[in-house]
Structure formats: structure tokens, C-alpha cells
């Protein structure tokens, strides 16, 4: 589809992970016409005149603390069943450009004043017009005012001070901390979060608010998660996924207006490597006091649905910088589970809230 011109750095967080991997062959597949646009919302004709920059024009780079190179990981997603071996073979040249500008990461308490020049470095070197930074590494433990920055807030202000732009992926604070919201407010710069709304979630904010429309009382909805690989493994640490419970706990309760009894529970099954299942309950009750249930079952691949994703928001809120938009971008909501300054969490109404916004933008300079 139509797309302006312009040479955008895509610096991931996390950049060794399936999620970042999946999303750097995606591009480079796109570009190169060797796959369908499935799943990319900004393909849709929708966003054919919001001038977003091409697939082509995306060059990828990134911070890590896992050692284990793109191409490794790729293939590692290839034996998985997540992408085709010979699409991997097809995209090396690109997997190996972009892991020629990963650097390393950092821990908590490590300062950002590195981050900031790698980025800088990285924007410079390769002649780019714009650098989005994307957090889609492992989710961390909620954060507590007074507590060191974690490391997602250290990344959300290296990004800031280097003038870029910045995406939440994960449940991380990130960019939410005040001191580093203000920081992109003072520097006129986009962010968007948090945490990419990609499966049990996205069933959930859809179904919601059919039952508000329909006037019937949810009483219960109950949910279990499995998960391999590595979210999996970081999530199976009861502190961690508190962050990720309390994001995807928002949605049924603010969509219906009441609290609705949510328990949750997230646990690790190595043996699903990528893969993930959800199996959720409902309870509720309709006319004259019948009380009814719903279950649905969620299998999919997180880093196939989340990567999309990715280069999706990358696009848009690169566009956004361009248009000199700042703050928190409350119309990418139809993107997250936990999204700043949403009006809704319904589905339906995010997407037209999206469109209206995307539009707005093919008109701006």
C-alpha cells in the first residue's frame, strides 16, 4: 500500500528474543514480497494514505543481554514450527544487518547515559529520519515509586534524551513513570503503551462489551494461561506476573462499569516452547435470574501475533514523530491491554478511534 519515504530505525528492547526476530523477518519479508501482509493492521485499506514509511525503509538495531545471534534464533523458530525454514534462509542478509546494531542491555540500577549514545550513534551512522524504540523484552516486577529505575524506565529516558520515540510492548512501567513521562512531554516526543494486546486479552475486550450491549450481569470470569518458552519461564515467577495479571485484569472489569471476580493464573509448561493456551470461564446471568456460561479456548503463537503488532505501532507512531504529535498516544489503544488515556477498552470502538486518528495523520506534514 501507499507509504512515504522515509528511513526509520526500529531499535528493539529485547532484540534477541522470538517476538523481535519474528518481527525483523517479517519486514524483511514484506519488503521483499516474499509473504501476505497477515495480520499487519496497517495494511488494511484503512491506512493506505496515512503516509507511514515502507517495510523497506525500516533498519533494525537494538539492546539485549542474551547472547544467542538473530539468525540462531530464527532457526531456533524455524525447528519450533513459528516461521518456514526456507523463509529464514531467505532473509540472512537482513537477520545479520540487524544483528550488526544490537548492543548490549542493561540491569537495574545501570544509568541510561550509554542508551542514549547508542541510539544517537545508531540514528547518525545510518542516515535515519526517525528512531522508534520498541520494548518487547521480558516483563518485569511492578514497580514502586522510590524503588531505582528498572530497566524499561531506563530505556523509555535513553530514548527520550536521544530524541526517539518510544513503545511499551510489555507490562513494564517503562515510559509511565512521571519523571520520564515528562521528559518526552518537554522534549515533544510520542509514546505509546502498554503491553500488546495479542490474544486471551483481545478475546476478552471483544466479548466484553457484548454482554454491557446486551444488558446482561457478568458474575465470574475466570482464566488460566499456559505458556512455554521463555515468557513462560519469566512469568512463572509469582512477582513478575503480577505485572501481566494486573494488566489483563483491567479490561472485563472497566469495559462492564463493576468488579467482576477475576481470579487468574499463569503458569509455565516448558513443553509448549512457543505456543500458548488460554481456557477462560465465564458466568453470568440473564432475565429473570438464569445464570448462563461462555468458555472459550485461545491457542496461537505469541511472537507470530505480537510481531505484526510491532512493526504496526513502529509505523505509526514514527509517522506520529513526523507529524510533530507528542505525549502519550491514547489512539493506539486498540493495540494494548493496559493503553494510557484510553477512553474505551472496546475493540470496535479502538479501531475506529484508530482509523479516524491514522487518517488525521495523511493529511500532516
Given at each position: 500500500m501507499g507509504s512515504s519515504s522515509f528511513r526509520t530505525g526500529v531499535w528493539l528492547v529485547g532484540a534477541?528474543?522470538?517476538?523481535?526476530?519474528?518481527?525483523?523477518?517479517?519486514?524483511?519479508?514484506l519488503a521483499g514480497g516474499l509473504v501476505d501482509p497477515v495480520g499487519c493492521v496497517t495494511e488494511?485499506?484503512?491506512?493506505?494514505?496515512?503516509?507511514?514509511p515502507a517495510y523497506g525503509d525500516l533498519v533494525f538495531g537494538g539492546h539485549d543481554l542474551?547472547?544467542?545471534?538473530?539468525?540462531?534464533?530464527?532457526?531456533?523458530?524455524a525447528d519450533g514450527g513459528v516461521l518456514a525454514h526456507r523463509l529464514v534462509d531467505q532473509v540472512r542478509g537482513e537477520l545479520r544487518a540487524a544483528e550488526a546494531e544490537i548492543r548490549p542491555g542493561v540491569s537495574a540500577g545501570d544509568g541510561p547515559d550509554r542508551l542514549a549514545e547508542d541510539l544517537a550513534s545508531f540514528r547518525s551512522r545510518l542516515g535515519?529520519?526517525?528512531?522508534?524504540?520498541?520494548?518487547?523484552?521480558?516483563?518485569?516486577p511492578p514497580y514502586r515509586p522510590g524503588d531505582p529505575l528498572p530497566p524499561s524506565a531506563l530505556y523509555a529516558r535513553a530514548a527520550f534524551t536521544a530524541d526517539c520515540s518510544y513503545v511499551d510492548f510489555t507490562p513494564s512501567v517503562g515510559a509511565r513513570v512521571p519523571a520520564v513521562a515528562e521528559l518526552a512531554t518537554e522534549r515533544g516526543l510520542p509514546w505509546a503503551g502498554s503491553d500488546g494486546k495479542t490474544g486471551e486479552t483481545l478475546v476478552k475486550a471483544t466479548l466484553a462489551p457484548m454482554f454491557a450491549a446486551r444488558a446482561l450481569k457478568v458474575r465470574s470470569w475466570a482464566g488460566i494461561n499456559l505458556l512455554g518458552g521463555g515468557d513462560g519461564a519469566n512469568l512463572g515467577?509469582?512477582?513478575?506476573?503480577?505485572?501481566?495479571?494486573?494488566?489483563?485484569?483491567k479490561v472485563v472489569s472497566e469495559t462492564l462499569g463493576y468488579p467482576v471476580t477475576g481470579?487468574?493464573?499463569?503458569?509455565?509448561v516448558p513443553d509448549l516452547g512457543e505456543w500458548k493456551t488460554a481456557w477462560d470461564h465465564v458466568s453470568f446471568e440473564g432475565f429473570l435470574g438464569a445464570r448462563m456460561?461462555?468458555?472459550?479456548?485461545?491457542?496461537?503463537?505469541?511472537?507470530?501475533?505480537?510481531?505484526?503488532?510491532v512493526l504496526d505501532l513502529a509505523r505509526l507512531v514514527a509517522r506520529a514523530h513526523r507529524a510533530g504529535?507528542?505525549?502519550?498516544?491514547?489512539?493506539?489503544?486498540?493495540?494494548?491491554?493496559?493503553?494510557?488515556?484510553a477512553r474505551t477498552h472496546s475493540v470496535e470502538a479502538q479501531f475506529r478511534d484508530l482509523c479516524d486518528w491514522a487518517a488525521g495523520l495523511g493529511s500532516a506534514a
Open positions: 534477541r528474543g522470538s517476538v523481535a526476530t519474528s518481527a525483523v523477518c517479517g519486514a524483511a519479508a488494511l485499506p484503512q491506512f493506505a494514505a496515512a503516509g507511514l542474551v547472547g544467542i545471534p538473530l539468525e540462531k534464533r530464527a532457526q531456533l523458530l535515519l529520519d526517525r528512531v522508534v524504540v520498541v520494548n518487547v523484552a521480558s516483563t518485569e515467577d509469582p512477582t513478575v506476573a503480577r505485572s501481566k495479571i494486573a494488566s489483563k485484569a481470579p487468574l493464573h499463569i503458569d509455565d456460561t461462555l468458555q472459550f479456548t485461545w491457542a496461537g503463537c505469541d511472537s507470530a501475533l505480537a510481531a505484526p503488532l504529535r507528542s505525549g502519550p498516544l491514547a489512539e493506539l489503544a486498540f493495540f494494548f491491554k493496559d493503553p494510557v488515556g
